[in-house]
């Protein structure tokens, strides 16, 4: 249940929309929320995460190819998205507990694909 306070922003979805939304990574079972001083993560069943805002250090558009469309993540480090463009970095220090498919992972950078990373952006700045 989200507060009157919560803000959502949406993920940007390309091609692969249809086949993600039928993996339950689409739309219905994905979110990213700004509740208070907590941003949280959900991309269906492959990635969750709830980040302090206090513990955010950088946030920046993105530019240049991607290693893919999903959860996808290295040492710290994880690209969470539906497609190419649209890309948000957001910096995390000290780094968050995160969890990709089940597994608790180390979060220290999350990248999104989201329909407007410039609202976001702005949220996060305040």
Do not use: C
């Amino acid at each position: 249940m989200t507060s009157a306070a919560t803000r959502s922003f949406n993920f940007s979805y390309g091609v692969f929309r249809p086949l993600l939304s039928a993996l339950g990574m689409g739309p219905k079972f994905s979110r990213v929320e700004l509740d208070g001083d907590t941003l949280q993560v959900r991309m269906g069943w492959t990635f969750a995460t709830k980040i302090p805002v206090s513990q955010i250090t950088e946030v920046q558009p993105r530019q240049g190819l991607v290693g893919g469309i999903g959860v996808h993540g290295w040492r710290g480090s994880w690209l969470v998205n539906g497609a190419t463009k649209g890309l948000l970095a957001i910096t995390v220090e000290p780094p968050v507990r995160a969890w990709a498919v089940g597994f608790p992972v180390r979060l220290h950078q999350l990248t999104l694909s989201l329909e407007d990373p410039d609202a976001l952006a702005g949220a996060l700045a305040r």
